[in-house]
């Protein structure tokens, strides 16, 4: 039985899925009416919270939030990127760089199980290696800050 944040962010990650194929409001996105009603009537009210937030956050900050994601490819190109990892990355390079309550290791962990049951056979890895340069980067800032 997934988390209710797992939950949120699975939410969010097929959100910003279908967001990537149709490119829809975020309003559209945040009131979920992209989910049958049946479905979506059955969702606690926490894990749509969380998961707002995620989207919104991702959207508003996507410029950022891309450009720190493609700052860590290697030898790869954005647009080159399958949409399940694109959307995964996203969500949790947001969370990385601006949800600094949150543990980069559970938002690294819970990327790497939204892979594993969403993506590609080694997706996962990929995914990890790139959130986890991320990580290291924005550590590395946060240090020269103090």
């Known amino acids: 039985m997934a988390s209710s944040r797992r939950k949120g962010r699975i939410m969010a990650f097929q959100a910003l899925y279908f967001?990537?194929?149709?490119?829809?409001?975020?309003?559209?996105?945040?009131?979920?009416?992209?989910?049958?009603?049946?479905?979506?009537?059955k969702i606690d009210d926490n894990i749509c919270a969380f998961s707002r937030i995620l989207i919104a956050g991702t959207i508003e900050n996507i410029k950022a939030v891309d450009i720190m994601i493609k700052n860590h490819l290697e030898n790869w190109d954005i647009t080159r990127l399958k949409r399940v990892d694109l959307a995964v990355l996203r969500i949790s390079a947001y969370a990385l760089m601006y949800q600094n309550e949150i543990s980069p290791s559970?938002?690294?962990?819970?990327?790497?199980?939204?892979?594993?049951?969403?993506?590609?056979?080694?997706?996962?890895?990929?995914?990890?290696?790139?959130?986890?340069?991320?990580?290291?980067?924005?550590k590395t800032r946060q240090a020269g800050a103090v």
């Open 106 to 138: 559970i938002v690294i962990d819970e990327a790497i199980g939204i892979c594993r049951e969403f993506g590609a056979d080694d997706s996962f890895k990929f995914v990890n290696g790139v959130l986890d340069s991320i990580k290291e980067t924005l």
């Open 19 to 41: 967001w990537e194929s149709n490119k829809v409001p975020v309003e559209e996105l945040t009131a979920f009416a992209w989910i049958e009603e049946e479905k979506l009537n």
